[in-house]
């Protein structure tokens, strides 16, 4: 069965600073992973898509990295800014491309002025 | 609004009541799926459509849920007779049936509240 996890649960960090969230997988047959923000009482918006045959995709100030082998996956958020703060969810559509997806428990980000 | 619509976005309810909640795909998608959210966890899949054929139902959906999606378009969740932990957010999402680089959409939630 597979299991997503992400850690830390919550981070805060000054304005400016870069940062990584984690995400882990326990099963590498994975069709992609995608990464999402949500606001407080809000639905989910996409940030990035990777494909399971891919290393990274990249977006403004954001850059996934997917490590397939390890069950692995890194958000890095170059020169974090207030409007950064939100939930970060990963989520990894399983290997039968039924599009359905698995999320992790999600990383609360605050980024202090 | 072209994205992914649901209605209402809040509701509270007594337990015992049926609720339905709505959800608008973007129009070109022939996938769409309903997932609840509990206060601090991420989502968990319900059920999933392609085109108006329910493929997938997870252990979660019990007895008391229901999911239609009638002609492709839109989809309705029901909850009969609620109890308070239904108490959730439960988000839609839909996607293209198109390979590897097809992502999902979700709308803004419904907010179920059961007193």
């Known amino acids: 069965k597979q299991e997503v996890t992400q850690i830390p649960a919550a981070l805060s960090v000054p304005e400016g600073e870069n940062l990584v969230l984690n995400c882990s997988f326990t099963?590498?047959?994975?069709?992609?992973l995608q990464w999402f923000r949500q606001d407080p009482g809000k639905g989910l918006t996409s940030l990035l898509l990777i494909q399971s045959s891919q290393r990274e995709q990249t977006s403004g100030r954001l850059n996934a990295s997917l490590d397939k082998s390890s069950g692995r996956s890194t958000l890095y958020i170059a020169a974090s800014q207030p409007g950064d703060s939100a939930t970060y969810l990963c989520a990894v559509e399983t290997s039968s491309n039924t599009g359905k997806l698995i999320f992790g428990q999600g990383t609360t980000l605050q980024v202090k002025p | 609004d072209t994205g992914v619509s649901q209605n209402p976005r809040h509701k509270i309810t007594k337990r015992g009541q049926n609720v339905t909640f709505r959800c608008d795909p973007i129009s070109e998608h022939n996938r769409l799926y309903w997932y609840r959210q509990t206060l601090g966890q991420g989502p968990e899949f319900l059920t999933y459509f392609q085109n108006e054929a329910q493929l997938e139902k997870s252990r979660l959906l019990s007895d008391r849920f229901s999911a239609e999606r009638p002609k492709g378009s839109f989809s309705t969740l029901e909850i009969q007779r609620t109890e308070q932990g239904d108490s959730a957010m439960y988000l839609c999402?839909?996607?293209?049936?198109?390979?590897?680089?097809?992502?999902?959409?979700f709308g803004q939630g419904t907010r179920l509240t059961v007193v």
């Open positions: 999402a839909s996607s293209l049936d198109g390979g590897r680089d097809t992502e999902a959409f």
């Open positions: 099963d590498s047959a994975i069709y992609n």
